[in-house]
Every structure is written in structure tokens, then in C-alpha cells.
């Protein structure tokens, strides 16, 4: 009996254990996921690094100065060619302070700009990794979502070809089919029940993916809401988003790159020019034993500044600086080069996107459109399979193409908004705002 008093509490227990977390949304999942990623996490370690070291150039063009603290004790023995040897042993104390301040140099001038750039740089690479992250957890997010649909429509269709395959064993006991629609369905039934063996396998690896990238355990996607109204494409021309495609992360990062290599050139070219320093110096050195060398009393301190300007004219470093500027000249054209590509290859992102998008929801009309009329087959299959006049073949391919094609017009639907952020990732305007729209289309 206390056995089965028990009982209600087991079963309790194991309810609570089984409800699902509460369903996440897209941001909720992709503000996890710039805290956990280590891409992400890595590529804003990379951003603080390049920052500190652009300010590193800064003291090229600042000044200089430096403390230099000595004690020295110094044994003079003197030996005179006749008489005695005498020794003398003395402290010296110094200490001086020196600063220097560059007026001409134009190689640090070069370098310190050069750090500016490598600043820029540094954001736009932080730029593109975020919006590589915000791409990367909308797949993943998409990607269960369509394997949860596709997993739910093969256990209709599974449900749909078991009672298809019960009629035909009915029909088959009372005389009124042959063995072969029964065993037609038993065939097809078999084969939805492999398919749905590996959409759940297939679903719980998407799972296992979006759960690892934003750092949560057995994630819930909120589901599209429907009937779905996807977004229009605006500007609906794909010159328009060509040309946006100029603030593209990875055409800004080319176009410093060059700017840097041209920077470089400079910094080569002033090994042919002069520099100009201001210095200044200023130094104490204290005897407190006095100094034999010296006619001044026995302890004694001198002090000594002095401010002036050092000047330095290169005549000849064994060719080395014409030959650096050939190589910098070379690297620039490189970097030219680079950043022609870079606007080819975004250009031509940009434009595969749009397509996408613009063909996707022709795509998605159409298989809505298939959808109502697989329906409508399924029902005029169904009615004709009762009055005689079809077969259990027909039934059984009709409902295959009316799951296959919402499995199809789900998909679909998914791959238009992943277009959608793919172009405006091609095109350089993606932000993390825009999910939100994405987040207006799920389930509340």
C-alpha cells in the first residue's frame, strides 16, 4: 500500500522534470550567445588588443624623459717614480634627469597615424564578427525551427498513411481491395516511420548546435506565427544594395589596409630625410669625499643643465632604404589590389543575397499556393478512393505531396528570412535592431 501511495508523487515529480523550459526568442538567444561565444569573445579580445597597441604609436610623437640615479666608489692609488705610494679612495653621487621632444621626424609622424588606422580597423573587424554572430545564431535558431516542422509533419504523415493502411486491411478482410494497397501502405508507412527515426535524430543535432552556441541547455525556439506576412524587400533594387554595400566591414577594412600600406611608404621614404629633436638635460654629481682631481674643497656637489637640439642627416645605409621603399611600393599595390577584390566579392554577395530574398518569395507564393492545391488533391483522392474510382496508391502519393510541400513552404519561409540578414550583412547595414523585425513575426 505505501507503495502506491507513493505513486502520485513519482508521477509529479516526473511531470515537473518533463515541462519544457519557457520558449526564447531570437534576441533572448542571440544576447546569450554574445556573452558565451568564444568567437565572438575572442574576436573582442583581438579589438582590445589592437586598440592598446594604436595607442602605443602615440609616444612616437610625444615626448621623452628619464631619471638616471649613481653611486659609485672609486680607490685611486698614485705612484710616483721616487718615494712612497699613496692611496686615496673617494664616493662619487649623480643623478640627472633628460627629456627629449621630436620636432622633425617624419617616420614617427607616419606610425603614429598608422595607429589611428589600425583603430579603425579594429572596429570594423569587431563589426563583422558581430554580425557573423547574429548570422550564426539565426541559422542555428532556423534550423531547429525547421526541423521541428519537419519532424511534426512526418508524424502526420505518419498518422494519416496508419490510418490509410487500417483502411486497407479493412477493405482488404471484406473483399472489397486487393493484397496490394495493403501492402503499398504498409511499404509507405514503413518508410515515413524510417524518415521520422531520422528527422527527430536530425532535430536533436540541430538542438545540440544552437544549445552549444549560445551557452543554454535544451533552447526552445519561439515558433513563426501563422499565417506569416513576410517583410517586403526595401529598396526593392539591387543597385540600391550594391551601393550600400560601401560600408561593408570588409571593403572598410581593405581601404584602411591601404591606407596603411600607403603610411608604410612614408615611413620608408623618411630614411632619406633629416631629423630634429629638442633635448634637454639637467645633473648633479655630489663628492662627499672630495676629489683628488680636482683643486676644489673636500666635499663638493656640481651641477650641470643644458638644452640644445640634435640634428641627424643619413647620407648612406648601404641602399637598404631604397630597397625598403620598393618593397612598401610593391605592398601597396598589393593592398590596391585587395581592396578591388574585397568590392567585387561584396558586390557580388550582395547581389546573390537579393536574389534570395527576391526569389524566395516568389518561392513561398508559389508553395502556398501548391499547398492548397495538394490539399484539395488529398480530398478528391480520398472521396475517389471510397467511391471506387481511385486507388490506394493514389491516396498514399497524394498525402507524400502535401506534407513534402509543407515541409518545403516551412523551409522556404526560413530561407527567406535568413536571406533577408545575409543581405544586409553582404551590404554592410546589419545591426542587432534588426531582429527585432524577425522577433514581430514569432510566436507571442
Known amino acids: 500500500m505505501k507503495k502506491f501511495r507513493l505513486l502520485p508523487l513519482f508521477v509529479a515529480v516526473s511531470a515537473a522534470l518533463a515541462l519544457p523550459v519557457g520558449a526564447q526568442s531570437l534576441v533572448d538567444l542571440y544576447e546569450s550567445a554574445r556573452v558565451f561565444d568564444a568567437s565572438y569573445q575572442s574576436a573582442k579580445s583581438q579589438y582590445d588588443a589592437t586598440m592598446a597597441r594604436a595607442d602605443q604609436a602615440k609616444a612616437a610623437v610625444l615626448p621623452t624623459a628619464g631619471l638616471a640615479l649613481g653611486v659609485s666608489r672609486t680607490n685611486q692609488e698614485v705612484i710616483p717614480d721616487t718615494g712612497a705610494s699613496s692611496d686615496r679612495t673617494y664616493d662619487t653621487q649623480s643623478a640627472s634627469v633628460s627629456a627629449s621632444q621630436p620636432l622633425y621626424r617624419p617616420g614617427n609622424l607616419a606610425s603614429y597615424r598608422q595607429g589611428l588606422k589600425q583603430a579603425d580597423i579594429a572596429q570594423a573587424q569587431l563589426a563583422a564578427a558581430d554580425q557573423d554572430l547574429i548570422v550564426r545564431v539565426s541559422q542555428a535558431y532556423f534550423d531547429v525551427l525547421a526541423a521541428q516542422d519537419s519532424l511534426t509533419f512526418i508524424k502526420a504523415q505518419n498518422v494519416a498513411v496508419g490510418e490509410q493502411l487500417a483502411s486497407a486491411k479493412r477493405n482488404f478482410e471484406v473483399g472489397t481491395s486487393t493484397i496490394t494497397d495493403t501492402r503499398e ?198 472521396l475517389g478512393y471510397q467511391v471506387g474510382v481511385r486507388i490506394n496508391i493514389d491516396v498514399l502519393n497524394s498525402q507524400s505531396q502535401l506534407f513534402q510541400t509543407k515541409r518545403d513552404l516551412a523551409k522556404a519561409r526560413y530561407d527567406v528570412l535568413m536571406c533577408g540578414l545575409k543581405l544586409r550583412q553582404a551590404s554592410g547595414t546589419l545591426e542587432a535592431n534588426d531582429l527585432q523585425s524577425v522577433n514581430a513575426l514569432l510566436v507571442k
Not at 289 to 310: C, F, H, I, K
Request: aromatic share 6%; hydrophobic share 40%; charged share 20%.
Open 185 to 382: 501502405a504498409q511499404a509507405r508507412f514503413d518508410l515515413v516511420t524510417a524518415q521520422e527515426i531520422a528527422a527527430a535524430n536530425d532535430l536533436r543535432i540541430k538542438k545540440i548546435a544552437l544549445d552549444q552556441l549560445v551557452g543554454k541547455s535544451d533552447t526552445q525556439p519561439q515558433s513563426l506565427a501563422l499565417p506569416l506576412v513576410l517583410p517586403a524587400l526595401v529598396p526593392n533594387d539591387v543597385n540600391t544594395w550594391v551601393q550600400q554595400s560601401e560600408s561593408s566591414p570588409s571593403i572598410k577594412q581593405s581601404q584602411i589596409a591601404l591606407e596603411v600600406a600607403q603610411l608604410e611608404t612614408k615611413k620608408a621614404e623618411a630614411g632619406h630625410k633629416p631629423t630634429l629633436d629638442l633635448t634637454a638635460s639637467y645633473g648633479m654629481n655630489r663628492y662627499p669625499d672630495g676629489n683628488p682631481s680636482s683643486s676644489l674643497p673636500s666635499s663638493y656637489r656640481a651641477n650641470a643643465g643644458s638644452v640644445g637640439l640634435a640634428f641627424n642627416l643619413p647620407l648612406f645605409a648601404g641602399f637598404s632604404t631604397q630597397n625598403r621603399i620598393r618593397e612598401t611600393l610593391a605592398l601597396e599595390e598589393k593592398a590596391r589590389n585587395d581592396l578591388e577584390s574585397a568590392k567585387r566579392a561584396v558586390a557580388q554577395g550582395t547581389r546573390t543575397a537579393y536574389y534570395c530574398v527576391a526569389s524566395g518569395q516568389g518561392q513561398v507564393k508559389a508553395l502556398e499556393a501548391a499547398e492548397a492545391s495538394s490539399q484539395s488533391a488529398l480530398d478528391a483522392n480520398k
